[in-house]
């Protein structure tokens, strides 16, 4: 049974950094696709990087986080990484972890597998 569960999230000010990591019970190495969604107070949950198994792993991010964030995966370990950087008070929300067997497509309904999110607050 797949299980994803994130840490790493907490409180940063502006411009700090921080790493997210999302834990797979034993399944990582068979999701060929990995990602991070959040979702602030009143929006609607959105992509925020994905990351498949194409090669050495092609990634994407959103228009918002590119070149402030870097998506990574360690299979040996079963872990997917989210390295923040350059943080803003609009960063702030719900990470959630999320993987899927299939290599394409990053909206919500292309991945079926989900953790329960953690809590990164940027403060201004």
């Known amino acids: 049974q797949v299980q994803l569960v994130e840490s790493g999230g907490g409180l940063v000010q502006t411009a700090g950094s921080l790493r997210l990591s999302c834990a797979d019970s034993?399944?990582?190495?068979?999701?060929?696709?990995m990602g991070w969604f959040r979702q602030a107070p009143g929006k609607e949950r959105e992509f925020v990087a994905g990351?498949?198994?194409?090669?050495?792993?092609?990634?994407n991010y959103a228009d918002s986080v590119k070149g402030r964030f870097t998506i990574s995966r360690d299979n040996a370990k079963n872990t997917v990484y989210l390295q923040m950087n350059s943080l803003k008070p609009e960063d702030t929300g719900v990470y959630y972890c999320?993987?899927?067997?299939?290599?394409?497509?990053?909206?919500?309904?292309?991945?079926?597998?989900w953790g329960q999110g953690t809590q990164v607050t940027v403060s201004s």
């Open positions: 990351i498949n198994s194409i090669g050495g792993g092609l990634t």
């Open positions: 034993g399944r990582t190495s068979m999701m060929f696709k």
């Open positions: 999320a993987g899927d067997i299939k290599n394409y497509g990053w909206s919500l309904n292309d991945f079926d597998y």
